[in-house]
T-cell receptor, first 115, second 116 residues
Framework: DAGITQSPRYKITETGRQVTLMCHQTWSHSYMFWYRQDLGHGLRLIYYSAAADITDKGEVPDGYVVSRSKTENFPLTLESATRSQTSVYFC??????????????FGDGTRLSIL | AQKITQTQPGMFVQEKEAVTLDCTYDTSDPSYGLFWYKQPSSGEMIFLIYQGSYDQQNATEGRYSLNFQKARKSANLVISASQLGDSAMYFCAMRPDSGGYQKVTFGTGTKLQVIP
């Protein structure tokens, strides 16, 4: 089925470990995004990508790395996880342009706990 | 800089009643879009409705409508005939028409609980 898939749905890891969250979309959307959701903050943009091999920082990029070698995949890596990175992570995608035809479509989220 | 304010952290509504979720925004961009998303307890984010800043009419999508008052910079979501399945977090978001998707700003959300 077409859509946006995140994996894993749940992850527990320890501080200092590297962890990668995966995101795959089948719509061929050019734009992809990573957000984190924390209580009292809503969603905050970590990184986004306008196309394959084009990525840029969002509001809270420190401690994260992204890549986009293929249009459909946009993995997010925590190079050395810290407790402050415990959060729910959402991947989203969108086609370019304006208007109601171009909302962001979100994955189901990854709940990440760092002990 | 943009800002979205949702002043109601939580709300209750009786089943079959209408409810309004407040959203005010601040932006210097002359043209922008406003979005509402629903997040049920299962966690996914579901797009509900969109309003463009230059749209002449308020947006409607089924039981959802957006009460857009540009001069007051408000974009309240109205849910008519509430159902138990409407219990969820609701997020307001804004994106300027210039500058791209990286400028989407979300509010902190309102938790709606529908009472039988």
């Amino acid at each position: 089925d077409a859509g946006i898939t995140q994996s894993p749905r749940y992850k527990i890891t320890e501080t200092g470990r590297q962890v990668t969250l995966m995101c795959h979309q089948t719509w061929s959307h050019s734009y992809m995004f990573w957000y984190r959701q924390d209580l009292g903050h809503g969603l905050r943009l970590i990184y986004y990508s306008a196309a394959a091999d084009i990525t840029d920082k969002g509001e809270v990029p420190d401690g994260y790395v992204v890549s986009r070698s293929k249009t459909e995949n946009f993995p997010l890596t925590l190079e050395s996880a810290t407790r402050s990175q415990t959060s729910v992570y959402f991947c989203a995608s969108s086609s370019p342009g304006q208007g109601k035809e171009q909302p962001q479509h979100f994955g189901d989220g990854t709940r990440l706990s760092i002990l | 800089a943009q800002k979205i304010t949702q002043t109601q952290p939580g709300m209750f509504v009786q089943e079959k009643e209408a409810v309004t979720l407040d959203c005010t925004y601040d932006t210097s961009d002359p043209s922008y879009g406003l979005f509402w998303y629903k997040q049920p307890s299962s966690g996914e984010m579901i797009f509900l409705i969109y309003q463009g800043s230059y749209d002449q009419q308020n947006a409607t999508e089924g039981r959802y409508s957006l009460n857009f008052q540009k001069a007051r910079k408000s974009a309240n979501l109205v849910i008519s005939a509430s159902q138990l399945g409407d219990s969820a977090m609701y997020f307001c978001a804004m994106r300027p028409d210039s500058g791209g998707y990286q400028k989407v700003t979300f509010g902190t959300g309102t938790k709606l609980q529908v009472i039988p």
